[in-house]
């Protein structure tokens, strides 16, 4: 009986571990030639949106346990709302499922994008828990540990006489799993199927001579014939605390079996073929795919995260001209707008994120979207949701200049700019006088003319040039301030030097280099025309009209319709 009940926890717990394993590795799909596509590859929009921690690198893991060592060293505040004690902190840590947030107050910054890196845990188990649960809990579960490793070090000795030599073989194997789970735990952290398995090792090194002695086996044998004669009734009748209990736990593995790893791996299963659609642009199937798993399993965030990845494709198609895609509201009525995808990105982050997702990176996206969203519909809740998204974002990662810079942007077009001049301040802090600062520096300026200081504005400008010769948008920026103040000479100067860079970046464009301004040669084109018509505008205030007329044939060459620069004639 005993050794019956010894046996089904392990059983179990292997059927569990075989479904988490076998069920993801089955559903998931195998596209030949989509590695290197655009795509929703691993059932995750980070890998192209962000620098998530994605690879299990032992350098990767090395620096991350390094910044882990730094939080627990620095014990930096993740809420400035409460007071620190900081004795308190460093005995009873940050709490449970706090480590993420924790990390990220110390994360180093990556050279190219100066987003720090994110993870869900330290990759080591103690200084995961020392983090969480402070010195107590870190000295609470190394004593868990050490006790049964001691225990079975004090039966190999003390008893090593007189245990026969399965009970040695059994002792030694049980003692090197043990080592050899925290050696590979100090470069990870347990799942919580291993820490089931970890609980059942505790509770055979604790029954060891239970299970292993004659006595034991003979006490069964002798008991064996009455315990089959008892039925079912009187079994339950006399017994029936333990039944009910018995019970409970088998219903409760039922369902922890059932939700955890069957409705997971249907779900899988429903849009195992997502990547392959995605990649042939069969968009209509990876959103029927979606739906199916959402209904199966509605509590897994990343299919929410596909959604918002697939619409905001599908908008860029219906930019360029394809019909792949309809997008529909709620009484199914076909809205082939920019603004309809929007929304349906912007719901399908806020879905993932009140289902659990807690990444920074889908509150950043939610953020963008519902900037763009607010910006097209004139919708003040939705630009109240963006701020707020922005903020969390940044609480997650204090040490991100992108995010800060993104939320100014958003500041400024809400019609907000003194508190974008105060978010670009804390971004300006962080990048110091690196080149990095440039962008910072120059929408700082954006703020202060909103606020109409244009002479701060224009010395912010100025400073911004002098850095960097070939930052357009100042050049611009000056120009129109020279020009309101008469100094046509100094616009006109700024003018072509915005004409040169441009003139070239075109001419790389259409050799087939590499744009160094834009991305888009529809915008380069549009910035090239709205520097000519400016320049020509001031060659006709100035009266010289063979300047202004080189510039009107350089126009219709662009293919600028006449109509629009008949008022420079």
């Known amino acids: 009986k005993n050794a019956s009940k010894s046996f089904l926890i392990p059983l179990l717990a292997l059927v569990i571990s075989i479904g988490l394993v076998t069920g993801a590795g089955f559903t998931r799909s195998v596209s030949s030639g989509a590695v290197d596509a655009p795509g929703l590859l691993d059932r995750t ?23 882990s060592i730094d939080v627990i060293v620095d014990r930096p505040s993740i809420d400035d709302s409460t007071t620190r004690f900081t004795l308190l902190d460093h005995v009873f840590g940050y709490g449970p499922e706090s480590f993420r947030i924790a990390f990220m107050q110390r994360s180093g910054a990556l050279t190219e994008s100066k987003i720090p890196i994110s993870t869900n845990h330290s990759h080591n188990f103690l200084l995961h828990s020392w983090i969480e649960t402070g010195i107590l809990g870190v000295v609470v579960i190394s004593g868990l540990v050490l006790a049964v490793i001691i225990v079975c070090i004090y039966q190999l000795v003390r008893f090593r006489n007189v245990l026969t030599r399965f009970q040695l073989m059994f002792l030694i194997g049980i003692l090197s799993l043990l080592c050899a789970r925290i050696f590979e735990q100090l470069l990870g952290v347990a799942t919580v199927t291993d820490l089931m398995l970890f609980w059942i090792m505790v509770g055979i090194v604790c029954n060891f001579m239970i299970l292993t002695t004659e006595t034991t086996k003979i006490a069964v044998s002798e008991s064996k014939v009455s315990v089959q004669s008892r039925s079912f009734r009187e079994t339950i009748s006399s017994q029936p605390i333990s039944c009910v209990m018995i019970l409970f736990a088998i219903i409760m593995l039922a369902l922890l079996l059932w939700y955890k790893t069957i409705v997971p791996a249907i779900a899988f299963a429903q849009s195992s073929n997502i990547n392959d659609d995605f990649v042939n642009g069969n ?35 219906q930019i360029s001209g394809s019909k792949s895609v309809n997008c529909t509201d709620e009484e199914m009525n076909v809205l082939d707008t920019d603004e309809c995808f929007l929304q349906l990105t912007y719901q399908a982050y806020l879905s993932g994120i009140d289902v659990g997702d807690m990444r920074w990176e889908s509150r950043y996206k939610a953020a963008q979207s519902a ?14 949701d963006a701020i707020r ?42 990048l110091g006088d690196s080149p990095a600062s440039i962008d910072s520096r120059f929408w700082l300026g954006i703020a202060n003319a909103n606020m109409g200081n244009i002479s701060t504005a224009y010395e912010i400008w100025s400073e911004v040039i002098a850095v960097d010769p070939s930052y357009i948008e100042a050049h611009q920026n000056l120009a129109l301030i020279d020009e309101a103040n008469g100094q046509i000479d100094v616009a006109l100067e700024r003018y072509s030097h915005v004409i040169s860079l441009l003139e070239t970046d075109l001419s790389s464009w259409l050799d087939g280099g590499v744009s160094r301004y834009y991305n888009d040669l529809a915008l380069l084109q549009e910035s090239l025309i709205e520097a000519y018509v400016q320049r020509a505008s001031l060659y006709l205030l100035e009266g010289g009209l063979s300047l202004r007329d080189v510039d009107l044939e350089r126009l219709l060459e662009l293919g600028v319709d006449p109509d629009r620069i008949s008022h420079l004639r």
């Open 45 to 67: 929009y980070t890998d192209a949106y962000s620098d998530d921690v994605v690879t299990s690198s032992l350098l990767q893991r090395m620096n991350i346990i390094k910044s």
């Open 283 to 317: 968009f209509v199937g990876v959103l029927e795919s979606l739906q199916k798993s959402l209904i199966t399993d509605p509590t897994q965030y990343f299919y929410y995260s596909n959604l918002a990845y697939l619409y905001e494709a599908a908008s860029k198609y």
């Open 371 to 384: 900037t763009e969203l607010a910006l097209r519909s004139q919708s003040q809740p939705v630009a109240l």
């Open 389 to 430: 998204l922005y903020e969390e974002s940044i609480f997650m990662v204090p040490n991100s200049h992108v995010i800060r810079l993104s939320f100014a942007q958003a500041l400024i077009d809400f019609g907000n700019p003194d508190k974008a001049v105060d978010v670009l301040i804390e971004s300006l802090d962080i």
